[in-house]
């Protein structure tokens, strides 16, 4: 109890200060940024020679903060294969790397991956020579400038590198440093986690603090994940969203539509009025929707879903409480919040998770489908730690 007890302290009052190394091609805003966090002000730059190095604090949403000395290796002209092995030298002490592409810049997005593939062959090679874990190392992709018309959406950008960026600890997040939505709150809340998995020598993805994680493909589930977080992109907002549940008007009914509406409603009205709202609503979505034909509600199955997505949302560094002023509003849940939530429980996108604890048999049976049964392959996950704390 002690250990979960220090983790949970640690979280809250973590004062661990990394060395991140920031990074990118030329002109892609890296010392606007590490100025940006350090001053809260944008200042004006010139295209750096050499590097530029600050201390930063950034407060996390959960409380506590996260400390780091940011590097800033400066392009200054330099041609990519230097650019590549002075970035690799400064990137294979640090703890992070943090990779800004300009997302209006069509031609230099492939050499930025090209670029991120050199260095990350330099960083692992370098550091399993020294014996330090390679593919656990955090790495944030910013992709800048995206209040410009002419930048590429973070669809395309998180495409472009996709495929470099499998199987590591690695997420793609959109910014836009000169506006007063920077993007930069969620992409840290994303980097002091994989940096706390990667300093206790772990994968977020699947993260394996969670007991139903390591259950799945790595690769499967990044293909998935990538795919519902486009679509959040395109999707409704939290309140428009629990409307067209409520109407019987949702443009699908499938898997991510079902977690939606967990994480939303339990999100929101905590687990215990959440459970009800969800039984409740899916049954009569069932009922009267044309979408739903021949379809039956499934007690056991939405109770596990229930549990799955409780656990993923209570699993991830405490949240500030919501507030309701009318006892209805979702306002303050956005959509970012489920993207978060999404990247800290990848293993929700599996669609057939229920099988590592029930048979099909047992699933599948009246008994199921009309009731709650217990699982018949291993328990289900519980929060009985966590509650206790
Ligand atoms: N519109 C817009 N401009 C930005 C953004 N971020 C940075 N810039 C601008 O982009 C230009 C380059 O920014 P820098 O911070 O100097 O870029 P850098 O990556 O440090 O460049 P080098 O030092 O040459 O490698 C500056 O004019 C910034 O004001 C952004 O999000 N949106
Ligand atoms: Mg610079």
């Known amino acids: 109890m002690s250990t979960i007890l220090r983790r949970f302290m640690n979280r809250f009052y973590r004062n ?43 407060p996390l949403r959960g409380g506590g903060q996260l400390n780091f000395t940011g590097w800033d290796v400066g ?27 300009d997302s ?52 395309t950008v998180r495409k472009a ?21 920077t993007g930069l709150q969620d992409a840290f809340e994303w980097l002091s986690i994989a940096l706390e998995l990667a300093s206790a020598g772990k994968l977020p993805q699947p993260p394996k603090h969670n007991p139903v994680a390591d259950m799945r493909s790595v690769d499967t589930l990044t293909e998935k994940l990538e795919s519902w977080l486009g679509r959040i992109e395109k999707d409704s907002n939290p309140q428009e969203f629990l409307d067209q549940f409520h109407s019987i008007s949702l443009p699908a009914w499938d898997h991510y539509t079902h977690i939606r509406i967990a994480f939303l409603l339990l999100r929101t009205h905590g687990r215990q009025k959440g459970k009800d709202m969800i ?20 007690i056991t199955m939405t109770y596990f879903w229930i549990q799955i997505v409780h656990l993923g949302i209570e699993s991830k560094a405490p949240q500030v409480p919501l507030k309701f002023s009318n ?19 990848p293993y929700v996108a599996d669609g057939n998770l229920w099988a590592d604890f029930y048979s099909r048999d047992v699933m ?8 709650m049964v217990l699982p018949d392959k291993k328990p289900l996950p519980n929060l009985v730690i966590r509650d206790a704390i």
Request: glycine share 8%; proline share 3%.
């Open 16 to 58: 661990n200060e990394y060395s991140i190394t920031i990074a990118g091609l030329g002109y892609t805003g890296k010392t606007t940024m590490l100025y940006l966090l350090k001053l809260n002000e944008i200042v004006q730059t010139i295209s750096s020679i050499g590097f530029n190095v600050e201390s930063i604090e950034v």
């Open 75 to 101: 392009t200054g002209c330099g041609n990519p294969s230097v650019l590549s092995m002075l970035i690799g030298s400064y990137t294979a002490s640090a703890d992070a790397l943090i990779w800004v592409v």
């Open 104 to 155: 209006t810049d069509r031609e230099g997005l492939k050499d930025s991956v090209g670029t991120l593939q050199d260095v990350i062959r330099r960083t692992e090679s370098e550091r399993s020579e020294a014996g330090t874990p390679a593919q656990a190392f955090p790495i944030l992709i910013l992709a800048n400038k995206q209040d410009l018309p002419e930048a590429q959406s973070i669809d």
């Open 161 to 181: 590198f996709a495929t470099l960026l499998r199987g590591r600890n690695a997420c793609v997040f959109k910014s836009a440093f000169t506006q007063p939505d």
């Open 279 to 298: 039984f409740s609503g899916i049954e009569k979505y069932i009922t009267e929707s044309s979408q739903t034909r021949g379809r039956t509600f499934h």
């Open 327 to 345: 006892g209805s509003s979702t306002a303050s849940t956005s959509s970012t919040d489920f993207e978060m939530f999404l990247l800290c429980n």
């Open 364 to 371: 599948m049976s009246p008994a199921a489908k009309a009731g």
